[in-house]
């Protein structure tokens, strides 16, 4: 049986074009939800999931930091992956023919120069693989998508205009998480270890909380709040550095953190993406 790979949409979003870039020889999962996807690997159904975390152009991506530390997941590995958009439509078609296009709601921006040069209106919908899906299913020849060339290929679609985004920078980062931990040393580009954390409540905590990292030279790459359990004072912090906690200068970095915050927990330690 091959491994498995789970990760959220329908056959040919780009979190599936994750999955084949970065982990061609494992079977990819679709799923519904984030929360699907994390338990289908909980389960033991899935050897793996790809979340995606951010997006160069949209920012982070909704839900996810909230579900990563009480997801029972770890991040083994980090994925850049550059989102190309492309327009398509059933064979036979022609770009002259097309006159409204449907993605999602992020996606239809992205292209805005290009729809407007080609009078071409965009319509919202809940996911562009989907949308791709319901054009091949379609007698409408004036109906296309915007997806990925994975989306065109798995529905027997035409592609009528390749990687028409207005911006070449998009880019998605995903992490790929486990059920077991992977503490080793590995990759090329150094390690990534990821966190969360509250802070206790003392004057000036954030600041003597992240002084450690500063005084020890540990580079931090993200930090990012977020409100816990409905309350307005209840702030958690998702962080990233640059390291391994068995590094001398970020071991001590976490032990100034540990003292000045209620709760810390370790998401993963990970291989940094070329990409970087």
Do not use: W
Not at 82 to 88: E, Q
Not at 184 to 200: L, P, Q
């Amino acid at each position: 049986m091959h491994a498995r790979i789970a990760f959220q949409g329908e056959p040919g979003a780009y979190s599936h074009q994750a999955c084949r870039d970065y982990r061609p020889e494992m079977q990819p999962v679709p799923c519904p939800s984030f929360e699907e996807v994390i338990e289908t690997v909980r389960r033991g159904e899935a050897d793996l999931a790809m979340l995606p975390v951010e997006n160069t152009t949209y920012g982070r991506v909704a839900d996810i930091h909230r579900l990563l530390p009480a997801s029972g997941l770890h991040i083994v590995d980090e994925a850049f992956v550059r989102v190309h958009i492309s327009l398509m439509a059933r064979p036979g078609a022609t770009l002259r023919d097309i006159r409204l296009v449907r993605a999602h709601p992020v996606l239809l921006p992205q292209c805005r120069d290009f729809l407007r040069e080609h009078g071409i209106a965009g319509e919202a919908a809940a996911d562009s693989a989907g949308a791709a899906a319901a054009v091949a299913r379609s007698d409408d020849a004036s109906v296309g998508a915007l997806a990925s060339d994975l989306a065109a290929e798995i529905h027997g679609l035409e592609i009528l205009a390749r990687h028409i985004e207005d911006h070449g920078h998009n880019t998605t980062r995903f992490l790929i998480m486990a059920r077991e931990p992977d503490l080793s040393r590995r990759g090329e580009a150094g390690m990534i270890t990821s966190f969360v954390f509250r802070v206790r409540n003392i004057p000036a905590a954030l600041y003597k909380a992240l002084g450690g990292f500063a005084t020890n030279g540990v580079n931090m790459t993200k930090l990012e709040s977020y409100m816990v359990d409905g309350s307005f004072s209840a702030t958690q912090f998702y962080a990233d550095i640059e390291g391994h906690p068995d590094d001398r200068n970020v071991r001590l970095a976490l032990e100034e953190l540990d003292y000045f915050t209620s709760e810390m927990t370790l998401l993963g330690v990970y291989p940094a993406d070329r990409k970087r």
